[in-house]
């Protein structure tokens, strides 16, 4: 399947300007992928940007034998509070739909690489330590584990202004629970706790608060010692439970062309929403 990586990235600068930082453990063969705030604690156009210009670079060379990834905040008590608001704001405003398009397309490659273990074996894990709303929380459920520790609260706001999530929520949520569920999660808005979310089968692994990194190398020193099963298992799964780019890329298309029909009334609820993201 042909995928677009003609991607425009922002050079990184500055440490606390970056959207993305990274570290290599090469004793566990380990990448740290951890999101900065960078205005917000969002998917802003250059922390998505990163995100796939690094996945492309262990795709197309992987010096490093990377086998692990691990996506996590530098944010304390916040994993990623969803989409751009701001900008969605603006681009419904401004009637352009080819550009929220276009924003929708680029977020969704990185999360079917972070799905498909980038297609090279690698062990996909998210980390989260807080909140993860609307898209971080479809990103924290696209890889093959997810690690939460207590305090952390997971959901999907989207239906407060009179929207849904599109970057994977229901692919995903549909296939990890079931489509009646999915549907339940995404119409109430709820925010549950990692606790309910363990008992619902969407968080794989709980841990008390300040557990959550050893956690981490506890899972994959488990999974050392069974690893030929650990990766079959994961190969069987995706088999039997398959999301594909293309059915992300039409149900991005859908959620662009509802995004176009809202009004003022939504468009000031997505404007307290970004108040609050900026708050964090």
């Known amino acids: 399947m042909q995928q677009n990586t003609n991607l425009k990235i922002q050079p990184i600068v500055k440490r606390e300007e970056r959207a993305l930082d990274i570290v290599y453990e090469e004793e566990h063969e380990l990448a740290w992928y951890r999101m900065n705030a960078h205005p917000r604690p969002c998917f802003t156009s250059q922390l998505i940007g990163d995100i796939q210009s690094n996945f492309l670079e262990v795709i197309n060379k992987n010096s490093r034998k990377v086998k692990h990834i691990v996506v996590a905040s530098n944010t304390k008590g916040v994993f990623n509070l969803g989409g751009d608001l701001d900008l969605f704001k603006s681009l419904i405003l ?18 079917y690489q972070f799905y498909i273990g980038l297609g090279k074996d690698i ?111 994961r190969k069987a799964k995706r088999c039997c439970n398959t999301v594909t780019f293309e059915e992300l890329t039409e149900i ?29």
Do not use: C
């Open 252 to 280: 991005a298309t859908i959620w662009v062309d509802a995004n176009m029909k809202l009004g003022h009334k939504e468009l000031r609820m997505m404007e307290r929403l970004v108040k609050r993201q900026a708050s964090k």
């Open 94 to 111: 401004e009637k352009d739909r080819e550009a929220l398009l276009k924003y929708a397309l680029k977020s969704i490659e990185p999360l």
């Open 123 to 233: 062990t996909t894990i998210s980390l989260v330590q807080g909140d993860a709303l609307g898209a971080g929380f479809e990103a924290a459920i696209s890889g093959d584990i997810l690690i939460a520790e207590k305090s952390a609260k997971m959901g999907l706001p989207e239906v407060l202004f009179n929207m849904f999530p599109g970057m994977g929520a229901y692919s995903f949520l549909s296939r990890k629970v079931n489509a009646a569920l999915a549907d339940q999660m995404i119409l109430s808005g709820k925010l549950y706790t990692a606790s309910e979310l363990f008992e619902l089968g969407v968080v794989d692994i709980l841990v008390e608060d300040g557990e959550g990194e050893q956690a981490v190398y506890d899972y994959l020193r488990k999974q050392k010692r069974s690893w030929n099963t650990y990766k079959s298992i």
